[in-house]
């Protein structure tokens, strides 16, 4: 049983199905000057969007004619204009997944590289002094990597091995249950939310927009849920081209995503590119 819910865990933070989005021809003119500003934080007490019940009385009924990363509505791509890419870094939480990259953050810190940090409950847990430091640095915005890790399915399909929610009410929970506990520790609600696998069908993505919560999959795969090598992150990461959103791990320190991210970077950066948060607008 042990074995098996390592193994579990383990799949569960990989997404090796994704398709790599390159832009090979991008072009080396002197991109426009941008200037970012976060947009305004909702209110903190405000009323949730919507309750389980209604959830549940509104959706199910309803059966899913999708599953995967590109529900409609679900945020793929940097929301900012012009020569922009988003990191995205995913801590799955839970057993085999609750590690903490130090060796990543610490690249990001020195090369001020802004990044949106997808958290699980359970990686919060287990990393509560990490945790408040990532949630003080203005360099990091936080968001919601769900409650148990669940790929987000209203019929209860799985990705990588990992059983998803079976219901309405239980795609409620997942995202909730996380959602309520940030929250409470940032002081205002996190605005992202991406399901453990990222897999979703277009019923549970229509739930999370109804809590007041946009999904977020990708376009560039970073590092093939934490298994590739620094070369294998580097190459799609340094080929990503304006509007990538690419998704990545910083649980595992001992994987290659923190050596090939700390070369894929300069290499961006030499190219014009530059890094937001999935908050950030240019204006
Ligand atoms: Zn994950």
Same mark, same amino acid.
């Given at each position: 049983?042990?074995?098996?819910?390592?193994?579990?865990?383990?799949?569960?933070?990989?997404?090796?199905?994704?398709?790599?989005?390159?832009?090979?021809?991008?072009?080396?003119?002197?991109?426009?000057?941008?200037?970012?500003?976060?947009?305004?934080?909702?209110?903190?007490?405000?009323?949730?969007?919507? &309750?389980?019940?209604?959830?549940?009385?509104?959706?199910?009924?309803?059966?899913?004619?999708?599953?995967?990363?590109?529900?409609?509505?679900?945020?793929?791509?940097?929301?900012?204009?012009?020569?922009?890419?988003?990191?995205?870094?995913?801590?799955?939480?839970?057993?085999?997944?609750?590690?903490?990259?130090?060796?990543?953050?610490?690249?990001?810190?020195?090369?001020?590289?802004?990044?949106?940090?997808?958290?699980?409950?359970?990686?919060?847990?287990?990393?509560?002094?990490?945790? /408040?430091?990532?949630?003080?640095?203005?360099?990091?915005?936080?968001?919601?990597?769900?409650?148990?890790?669940?790929?987000?399915?209203?019929?209860?399909?799985?990705?990588?091995?990992?059983?998803?929610?079976?219901?309405?009410?239980?795609?409620?929970?997942?995202?909730?249950?996380?959602?309520?506990?940030?929250?409470?520790?940032?002081?205002?609600?996190?605005?992202?939310?991406?399901?453990? &696998?990222?897999?979703?069908?277009?019923?549970?993505?229509?739930?999370? &927009?109804?809590?007041?919560?946009?999904?977020?999959?990708?376009?560039?795969?970073?590092?093939?849920?934490?298994?590739? &090598?620094?070369?294998?992150?580097?190459?799609?990461?340094?080929?990503?081209?304006?509007?990538?959103?690419?998704?990545? /791990?910083?649980?595992?320190?001992?994987?290659?995503?923190?050596?090939?991210?700390?070369?894929?970077?300069?290499?961006?950066?030499?190219?014009?590119?530059?890094?937001?948060?999935?908050?950030?607008?240019?204006?």
């Amino acid at each position: 049983m042990l074995v098996a819910l390592a193994a579990g865990a383990l799949a569960g933070c990989a997404d090796p199905g994704a398709t790599a989005s390159r832009h090979p021809s991008a072009s080396m003119t002197v991109p426009r000057p941008v200037v970012f500003t976060p947009t305004p934080d909702p209110d903190p007490q405000a009323a949730p969007a919507v &309750t389980r019940a209604q959830v549940v009385a509104r959706y199910g009924h309803l059966s899913p004619h999708y599953w995967g990363f590109g529900a409609p509505g679900v945020l793929r791509h940097a929301p900012a204009a012009g020569r922009v890419i988003a990191l995205t870094f995913d801590a799955c939480g839970g057993p085999g997944g609750s590690g903490y990259d130090q060796a990543l953050i610490d690249f990001l810190r020195r090369r001020q590289v802004p990044a949106t940090l997808f958290l699980n409950s359970r990686w919060i847990d287990a990393n509560p002094a990490a945790f /408040h430091l990532l949630a003080a640095e203005p360099l990091f915005e936080i968001g919601n990597h769900g409650t148990r890790h669940r790929p987000l399915s209203v019929t209860g399909r799985s990705a990588y091995g990992i059983p998803g929610t079976r219901s309405a009410g239980e795609v409620y929970d997942e995202v909730a249950g996380n959602q309520a506990k940030l929250t409470r520790l940032l002081g205002r609600p996190p605005r992202f939310f991406r399901s453990g &696998t990222a897999y979703c069908d277009d019923i549970a993505a229509r739930i999370v &927009t109804d809590m007041g919560v946009r999904v977020v999959t990708f376009s560039v795969n970073g590092d093939g849920g934490a298994t590739f &090598t620094p070369a294998q992150v580097s190459s799609p990461v340094a080929a990503a081209g304006a509007g990538s959103l690419v998704i990545g /791990h910083m649980n595992p320190p001992e994987g290659g995503t923190a050596r090939g991210i700390a070369a894929a970077v300069p290499i961006l950066l030499a190219r014009g590119y530059r890094f937001v948060r999935l908050s950030d607008q240019s204006r």
